[in-house]
């Protein structure tokens, strides 16, 4: 009696629980099946839902046609699921629903497990979400975790359960889903990391690549292999557990982990790649809609031998927790670049120090002035006074103090001479001098005042580069480039294309010859000794600025330009260097990697002709120093300036108002 009354009890709760809640349910259900109806309809067919990025992306390709740098968001072109290696199938069913070609596009079962493996964790571990469910958030709703999308999700996923195929949504999922590193879909990853189609991926590479779908920056195998490899491991063993490896298969992608193509973990060019974007249109580099490849001038070998030079000079010759950074610049005479150090390890950061700092150039600067002064018909043969010399209450001062007395411009850029290098700037005068830089390719703005000859204005070590390979090229002058053509990947169209045009003359040869062959003393005797190379000719210049905030080495031989930098990011004085220094050192150092292996050649220089005249003192055309009553230097400077208005000398250019104060370097290792 009292079971029968116990089951009256429990069936009759059961009739008033279900008379009370059949009409919510049937409600629910009718709303789930016309936003379901709603949904089918507006499908459109699988492949338009392949790509869906809103941007293009950039691939780029060394000087030899090889990948070595992505940017923006890869997309390799669609693929089928039946296209791709069947292990790759197998590693995302197992990793993200192994009940996928069972179900229908919602799974209680896996609902059901995650919920109870989430209560035990006492906190949330797994989803339920189907792959199909997965579908329906990345294309259609959003990455919001809430209620409201949740229950979207479920009649998103029955509708495209209706209207396509397992093999379809399979497709489509393989296609969208982002994997790390700016790769959306498995072939661009695929291609992105290992450097082949999906097509061909074995079961270590595709276990790898299923286990980014978790947590794809994470887990990127460029962000960190070994927790990359570690994941993968998972996933092969739960292949294994579902029959989709055998266990010698399994030991086999244990054993050998999945690893980064060459030019993944290379990881080399960064600072280079960056720079070309930023120099190429924006429309056709950073905000291109559409997918381009960019051939460029970069050198993977280059490259790697300006890295580790600066790596070696820095382990060798600078100080443990030093803060200073170098930079360096390699590139042809023509203006094609190389390779682009932008700091000396990883630790430097994003910044690019190379394209980016514009610093003080100190002596480096003065090639530019007795440039001006060859092209004004000089010789390095000429002779000026390293004296005194006070403009309009400015004295530029030698470093190390003293005065050498009458000197030959040759002897004088070897040495690196401010007073010359004022007393030449002001003679040819300074508008000549501003515009020849930027003839030269000096594109930032100079300061003013006499003080232009000792490098008082700012530029990057690029554009300062590019000046000195305008000397290697013979006074012809190209901007630097890192862009040869950019074309439409897929079919090839180009888009645009470096012309392939000599450069514009800016300097005659004789000057560029003349030039060379004092830059050639600067470091056979001068201020550059230690860029010194056995066997091939150097031409160069040292620059330090004041206080040796700056330092520099710029030269080249017949196959490369380099420029190196030294400072410190804040400004701060470095400790013992001078361009004559560490950056000689470190421009030794490439150009004897650069250069290994190769018959030397000769660079362009041109010896001086012998003057006809005597070697006079060139000072007629200088302003003299202010003083309370004749001097030594006063009387001098009038005995020239009779000298040379004899034999057809000008007056004197007028002063600077320039009431600065520099005091930069001669020759002494600086």
């Known amino acids: 009696?009292?079971?029968?009354?116990?089951?009256?009890?429990?069936?009759?709760?059961?009739?008033?629980?279900?008379?009370?809640t059949w009409p919510f349910a049937a409600a629910i259900a009718m709303i789930i099946a016309g936003t379901t109806a709603l949904y089918y309809a507006e499908l459109p067919?699988?492949?338009?839902?392949?790509?869906?990025?809103?941007?293009?992306?950039?691939?780029?390709?060394?000087?030899?046609?090889?990948?070595?740098?992505?940017?923006?968001?890869?997309?390799?072109?669609?693929?089928?699921?039946?296209?791709?290696?069947?292990?790759?199938?197998?590693?995302?069913?197992?990793?993200?629903?192994?009940?996928?070609?069972?179900?229908?596009?919602?799974?209680?079962?896996?609902?059901?497990?995650?919920m109870w493996e989430n209560y035990k964790a006492g906190r949330l571990v797994q989803g339920g979400s189907t792959l199909t469910q997965q579908v329906a958030k990345n294309v259609f709703l959003t990455a919001e975790r809430s209620l409201e999308r949740k229950l979207k999700e479920v009649p998103m996923a029955l509708a495209l359960e209706l209207k396509y195929t397992k093999e379809e949504i399979l497709s489509i999922y393989l296609n969208r889903v982002y994997l790390g590193a700016g790769t959306y879909g498995f072939e661009a990853a695929s291609r992105r990391y290992f450097g082949k189609s999906a097509r061909g991926l074995n079961p270590a590479e595709a276990a790898m690549l299923a286990g980014l779908l978790r947590a794809p920056s994470r887990y990127a195998p460029t962000a960190g292999l070994e927790r990359s490899q570690g994941r993968a491991s998972v996933i092969i063993r739960l292949m294994q557990e579902q029959g989709y490896l055998t266990e010698q298969q399994t030991y086999q992608a244990l054993a050998t982990p999945a690893k980064l193509s060459q030019a993944a973990a290379a990881r080399v060019g960064g600072a280079f790649a960056d720079w070309v974007m930023?120099?190429?249109?924006?429309?056709?580099?950073?905000?291109?809609?559409?997918?381009?490849?960019?051939?460029?001038?970069?050198?993977?070998?280059?490259?790697?031998?300006?890295?580790?030079?600066?790596?070696?000079?820095?382990?060798?010759?600078?100080?443990?927790?030093?803060?200073?950074?170098?930079?360096?610049?390699?590139?042809?005479?023509?203006?094609?670049?190389?390779?682009?150090?932008?700091?000396?390890?990883?630790?430097?950061?994003?910044?690019?120090?190379?394209?980016?700092?514009?610093?003080?150039?100190?002596?480096?600067?003065?090639?530019?002035?007795?440039?001006?002064?060859?092209?004004?018909?000089?010789?390095?043969?000429?002779?000026?006074?390293?004296a005194p010399l006070t403009i309009k209450g400015w004295s530029p001062k030698n470093y190390g103090g003293g005065?050498?007395?009458?000197?030959?411009?040759?002897?004088?850029?070897?040495?690196?001479?401010?007073?010359?290098a004022v007393r030449l700037s002001e003679q040819v005068g300074q508008d000549k001098v501003r515009a020849l830089a930027g003839e030269m390719g000096v594109v930032s703005d100079l300061a003013p005042g006499p003080a232009i000859a000792l490098g008082t204005s700012e530029a990057t070590l690029m554009e300062m580069t590019g000046v000195y390979a305008t000397i290697a090229d013979r006074g012809r002058h190209k901007a630097p480039y890192g862009l040869r053509e950019i074309t439409l990947r897929g079919d090839g169209s180009p888009l645009l294309s470096q012309p392939q045009t000599p450069g514009v003359a800016v300097l005659s040869q004789d000057s560029a010859g003349l030039?060379?062959?004092?830059?050639?003393?600067?470091?056979?005797?001068?201020?550059?000794?230690?860029?010194?190379?056995?066997?091939?000719?150097?031409?160069?210049?040292?620059?330090?600025?004041?206080?040796?905030?700056?330092?520099?080495?710029?030269?080249?031989?017949?196959?490369?330009?380099?420029g190196v930098w030294m400072g410190n990011d804040d400004n701060t004085p470095l400790t013992g260097v001078t361009g004559g220094g560490l950056p000689a050192e470190i421009w030794h150092e490439v150009m004897k990697r650069l250069v290994e292996g190769r018959a030397p050649e000769p660079i362009f220089s041109q010896e001086p002709k012998a003057p006809v005249l005597p070697q006079i003192e060139v000072v007629a055309d200088l302003p003299r120093r202010t003083t309370s009553s004749p001097s030594e230097d006063s009387v001098v400077d009038s005995i020239f300036r009779d000298v040379l208005r004899s034999l057809g000398g000008g007056e004197a250019p007028s002063q600077s108002s320039d009431g600065s104060r520099f005091e930069g370097q001669s020759g002494r290792d600086r």
Do not use: C
Request: hydrophobic share 45%.
């Open 278 to 386: 930023e120099t190429a249109p924006a429309y056709l580099a950073k905000d291109t809609t559409e997918d381009v490849t960019i051939a460029t001038t970069f050198d993977p070998r280059a490259q790697r031998m300006a890295e580790e030079a600066v790596a070696d000079v820095f382990a060798r010759k600078v100080k443990k927790g030093s803060r200073a950074q170098a930079a360096v610049v390699v590139m042809d005479p023509s203006g094609a670049v190389r390779a682009v150090v932008g700091g000396h390890d990883d630790a430097a950061g994003q910044f690019n120090r190379a394209t980016h700092a514009r610093r003080q150039t100190g002596s480096a600067f003065k090639p530019i002035v007795y440039a001006a002064a060859m092209e004004a018909g000089m010789s390095p043969r000429d002779v000026m006074r390293d």
């Open 403 to 420: 005065y050498a007395g009458p000197v030959s411009l040759t002897d004088a850029l070897a040495r690196s001479i401010n007073t010359v």
């Open 45 to 114: 067919s699988p492949d338009r839902l392949f790509d869906g990025r809103g941007t293009g992306s950039v691939t780029m390709l060394d000087r030899d046609g090889n990948v070595f740098a992505w940017r923006g968001e890869q997309y390799g072109g669609e693929v089928m699921a039946d296209d791709v290696s069947p292990h790759l199938i197998h590693a995302v069913i197992a990793a993200e629903d192994k009940r996928y070609w069972q179900h229908i596009g919602l799974d209680p079962r896996g609902i059901a497990r995650a």
């Open 1 to 20: 009696m009292i079971g029968r009354a116990v089951r009256g009890i429990v069936f009759g709760s059961v009739r008033l629980v279900w008379r009370v």
């Open 515 to 562: 030039l060379a062959h004092m830059m050639q003393q600067v470091v056979a005797e001068g201020t550059g000794k230690r860029a010194r190379i056995d066997g091939w000719q150097v031409a160069g210049k040292t620059g330090t600025t004041q206080a040796a905030r700056d330092a520099w080495f710029i030269g080249y031989t017949s196959a490369y330009v380099v």
